[in-house]
């Protein structure tokens, strides 16, 4: 039995716990607290669980003395150990009422082959269930899930190279960090025979992120515990004081939450220079702040369609960015590849700067967006689909980039806007579009109007509250 395979049959347990009302997500983290058991006993890494919790005491109980046990072994586990366990199972609470559901969950995982599943990765297997869950629209979880697809080409692009420190500062279930960690395993051919504390490094220190959902985080937790990966992954806020601290990377790879605070108010970091309640064009300003200086300090970031025409705060911090990064290329990705239908995004490439200005001089684009087929379930995004963007992107040469442009091919996928062209732009919007519809017409969807409408109808409606706010205190 494969992994795929195991995937699908854990996945169908989730029928089972039905009539307990538990949802899909819930069910993942179920499963993670018993797989975690499992999985320990099949790598023969059980030291850190007590003897009197380990996988073969928990299969060798049934019924109500099950659930009992169950429910003492994820109070001891989260309180009682240290480390990773401790992480884990910290707050862990069963969702499961029914015992003969619970017993036929383990006794289920405990009849997998799991050799053959020992072979082809159990991080494998754990990222396929995480997929699993994004895929079901029930679940809810797709707003922690970044494609596979995507996040493997943007780390490619990127490329980490060993000793340098990589973050993800909302890091959901951790995806980005461990395809960062695999690429530099697959791409650095003496890995394993550098110095030990180097060595260390890569496993303790190099991949580290930030989740603010404590079951996402857990679920990050053991899929970084999976692939070998024991580097910090903080549960906290990073858009709080908290998140001053995460900075000096040489690498940031991320897919932010999109949205405004609730309540409408602005950040609690005191050191933007731009506070705002839009909780990307305040994770952006994080992201571009917390890489280092060396010159080299690089970010992939996933953002949606406002942050690149927001006025106000949003004009500003575009402007700060492309002082103080060099903000070499935007992405324009297809519709219908993430959870959300109609999110209309981007990925931002840009690389910090040794000084915080004129460092960006000019922007390529690339639309990938218009024309491009409708993506979901029934056609799915392929890594076929960037080949043309991946053999153009070359940072430093444009001279592959340059072969494709031309201003008489109105269709073509590639542009470059200089700063200056960028500057004199309405409220310097990075909001750029020029390929053409059958009728000659801009190549808008209605859905990305009324985005715009709608993003310029709130900033209307804050400037009259602001204005009503400045007469009241004149007649005051």
Known sequence: MNNQEIVAKLWNLCNVLRDDGITYHQYVT?????????????????????????????????????????????????????????????????NID????????????????????????????????LEKNANEKKSGAGQYFTPRVLINIMTQLIAP?????????????????????RYVKEHTDDLFELPVEQQEFQRTQAFSGCELVHDTHRL?????????????????????????????????????????????????????????SNKQLNFLQHIYRSLNKTGKARAAVVLPDNVLFADGDGERIRRD??????????LRLPTGIFYAQGVKTNVLFFTRGCEDKGNTREIWFYDLRSDMPSFGKTNPLKESHFDEFIECYKEGDLSVRTETYSEDNPNGRWRKFTYDEILARDKTSLDITWMKSDNGTENYTLSELLDQINEKSANIAKAVAELEKLIGEVDE
């Open 30 to 94: 179920e499963l993670t607290y018993i797989l975690f058991l499992k999985m320990c006993k099949e790598t023969g890494t059980e030291g850190a669980i007590p003897e009197q919790y380990r996988w073969d005491k928990l299969l060798s109980k049934q019924g109500i003395e099950l659930k009992k046990f169950y429910k003492e072994l994820l109070e001891h586990l989260g309180e009682g150990c240290t480390g990773r366990v401790r992480e884990i199972y910290q707050g862990a609470q069963s």
């Open 220 to 276: 990050a937790l053991m899929n970084a515990m999976l692939h070998d990966i024991s580097g910090p992954i903080y549960l906290g806020d990073t858009l709080s004081s908290f998140g001053k601290e995460l900075k000096g990377y040489d690498v940031v790879l991320t897919n932010p939450p999109f949205g405004t605070k609730k309540g409408g108010e602005r950040a609690t970091r005191d050191d933007f220079t731009f506070p705002t």
């Open 161 to 181: 190279q060993p000793g340098e420190r990589c973050n993800d500062p909302a890091c959901g279930t951790f995806g980005f960090m461990i395809a960062a960690d």
């Open 321 to 330: 960015l492309m002082e103080k990064c060099n903000l070499h290329t935007i």
């Open 98 to 129: 029914e015992p003969n559901n619970l017993e036929k969950i383990i006794q289920t995982i405990d009849q997998f082959d799991w050799y053959t599943a020992k072979e082809e990765g159990l991080g494998n297997l754990y990222e396929g269930l």
